[in-house]
C-alpha cells in the first residue's frame, strides 16, 4: 500500500465514484458514501453556483447524521471535483465554498495550480489530480497534489489513451503516494486488479450513472444497460477534449458516430451549450458490460464487494 494521507487512510474499501457531469448530485454522494465508497461531484453541477453551499450543507450534515447513528460503520469521504481551466470562472467562489467546509478530497482537473492544492491543506484536505500520462503525473506532484487519478484507455468522458499496464507502471517507477486508477472498471474483479497493477483505488464512473440517484434520464441509464464496449465512440468533438461516449446519444442528436470531425482544443468549454451538449451526448466508458440492472447505488457498492471478495478468494486457491 501507498502512504495514504488524511481521510483516504480510513477507506475500507478501494473505491472511489469519480464525479460525474451534471449526474452526480447530493444523493448519489451520500448514497455512495454511506455504502463505503468515496462519493463525489463536480462544483459545477451547482447551478447556480449559490446552490453549492446548499449541497455542501446537505451532504455534511447527512454523513454527520449517519456517523453519529451507525459509529460501527461510519461513512466514507466525500470529495468535491474542480475544473481548473481558464474557462471556469467559478474556481474562486467554488473552492472559498470547500474550505469554508472542509471537503476532505479534492480532486483537480484539466490543470494543476499551487494555489488551489495549498487552500485543500489549509485545513487537511487531500488533493487527487487526474492525468492521462506520466508527464502531467509528475507536474500535478511538483504543484502539490497529495496524489493522482490515472485516466486510462476506456475511461467515460474524457479519458486518455494509455493502457493502465504502462500508466501505473510509469507511474509507480517514481511516485509512492495514493493512486487511483480509471478506465473501464465496473466489478469487484476489476478493483482487485486495479490494486494488482499497483493502484490504491479502483475509479468508477459509469457503473454510478446506472444508479436510481444518479440524475441521468432514464433512457441513459438503460443504454448503459443494453450497451457494450463496442458501443463506444472516442471524440473530442463535443468539448474540446477527447473522450468516449454512447453512439446511441450521438445518432440520436443525428451524428454519425462512425465519422464525427475533429474539434478546436482552443475552444474547450464546459459551460453553456457545452454543458447542453452533455445532457444529449452521454459520456460512457468502455466497462460497462458488466452492467446489467439499474439499481440503487448501496446494492451496486455491495455488489462491486461481494465480486471482489469472491476474486481475492479465487486467487487465494489458485
Known sequence: MSRLPGALAQLSFPVIGSPLF????????????????????PALNARPAEQLEEWLIEITEALAAHN???PDRP?????????????NDR?????ALCVKYKVPIIITSLGA????NAAAHSYGGVVLHDVINNKHARKAIEK???????????????????????????????????????GSIASGGAVLAAQAMGADFAYIGSAFIATEE??????????????????IVYSNLFTGVHGNYLAPSIRAAGLDPDNLPESDPSQMNFGGDKAKAWKDIWGCGQGIGAIDKVQPAGELVAQLKREYAAARERLALA
Do not use: T
Open 22 to 41: 451534471i449526474i452526480s448530485n447530493p444523493k448519489l454522494v451520500i448514497a455512495q458514501c454511506v455504502a463505503g465508497v468515496v462519493g463525489s461531484m
Open 68 to 70: 453519529a447513528a451507525h
Open 75 to 87: 461513512a466514507a469521504p466525500f470529495a468535491i471535483n474542480q475544473i481548473v481551466h481558464k474557462s
Open 91 to 95: 474556481l474562486a467562489h467554488d473552492m
Open 113 to 116: 495550480r499551487e494555489d488551489i
Open 144 to 182: 502539490g497534489a497529495d496524489g493522482l487519478i490515472a485516466v486510462a484507455a476506456g475511461a467515460g468522458g474524457h479519458a486518455g489513451v494509455k493502457s493502465p499496464f504502462a500508466l501505473i507502471q510509469e507511474i509507480r517507477q517514481w511516485f509512492d503516494g495514493p493512486v487511483a486508477l480509471s
Open 214 to 231: 444518479a440524475r441521468a434520464a432514464d433512457a441513459y441509464k438503460q443504454a448503459i444497460v443494453d450497451s457494450n464496449s463496442d458501443d
